[in-house]
């Protein structure tokens, strides 16, 4: 069982940033992928980002590519988005989640691959 805590959401300018960070109970961190997804008002959920389990592949949304940056700390059990250039279209409640894998490669931005979810964090971005 993996409890994933998501925190750093908020209310912001547009061009403005922020950090997400998700934290993850457990001692099996380092054999997830993980990924971050968003939610906006009357749409479905959508990926945004995704890091493999060593860090040494990430996977981005065309839409977040050059300001959104996804980054783990196996150490830390935790995984992070940083959001740059911030635009009122990312508004959104955004939500990560961990995928089960044995492949230290492999990243997905497919949500029904993912297990684990947190319980979100709302960013709002005003213009």
């Known amino acids: 069982q993996v409890q994933l805590v998501e925190s750093g959401g908020g209310s912001v300018q547009a061009g403005g940033s922020l950090r997400l960070s998700c934290a993850a109970s457990g001692r099996t961190f380092s054999s997830y992928v993980m990924g971050w997804f968003r939610q906006a008002p009357g749409k479905e959920r959508e990926f945004v980002a995704a890091?493999?389990?060593?860090?040494?592949?990430?996977y981005y949304t065309d839409s977040v590519k050059g300001r959104f940056t996804i980054s783990r700390d196996n150490a830390k059990n935790t995984v992070y988005l940083q959001m740059n250039s911030l635009k009122p279209e990312d508004t959104a409640v955004y939500y990560c989640a961990a995928l089960i894998t044995t492949n230290i490669v492999y990243v997905s931005r497919r949500a029904s691959e993912y297990y684990y979810w947190g319980q979100g964090t709302q960013v709002t971005v005003s213009s």
């Open positions: 890091v493999s389990r060593s860090s040494g592949i990430t």
